[in-house]
């Protein structure tokens, strides 16, 4: 295999792994990885539908990555305001505690908050588990959707 076609793979591969880090953009890497691999091949394999189809599926775990913790929040019943200070408080501990940092700071912030505005602490918790779930769950589905792209770049190469 030509050495560009390692680079693809290996871009691909960083993608799943950068699934689960924090502020590592899997779905984006996977995209870079499936393009790279498709021009290392002069753009012969995979097709053109296939490409269209990975690179669809690595803007979605894109958009999970950034959005599925606070559509959780917000479903949860999070105002807006609580849902940006719970991640901006999450992205500081994220830098001092690492991602246990991140869930702790996030799932506290959003019960901190809740509780300040509504002064119910059963709400303030629920809202804050439905957060963490959800972050978690993004993570989740990162995973799958960028492990999809993997599988299937892998598949085209060898066969």
Do not use: K, N
Request: net charge negative.
């Amino acid at each position: 295999m030509e050495p560009l076609v390692w680079v693809g793979l290996a871009l691909v591969a960083a993608g799943v792994v950068g699934s689960v880090l924090p502020l590592v953009p899997g779905g984006l890497l996977s995209v870079a990885g499936v393009l790279v691999y498709w021009w290392s091949t002069g753009y012969a394999e995979p097709s053109v539908l296939l490409v269209a189809t990975l690179v669809a599926v690595g803007l979605v775990a894109t958009l999970v990555d950034y959005a599925g913790g606070a559509i959780a929040a917000r479903a949860g019943g999070a105002s807006l305001v609580t849902t940006a200070v719970a991640v901006g408080v999450g992205l500081v501990l994220l830098l001092i505690a690492g991602p246990i940092g991140f869930l702790v700071g996030l799932a506290a912030t959003v019960f901190a908050v809740e509780f300040a505005q509504h002064a119910d602490a059963e709400a303030g918790l629920r809202v804050a588990l439905y957060a963490t779930v959800g972050v978690l769950a993004s993570t989740a589905v990162q995973v799958l959707l960028t492990g999809s792209i993997l599988v299937v770049v892998i598949l085209v190469a060898i066969v």
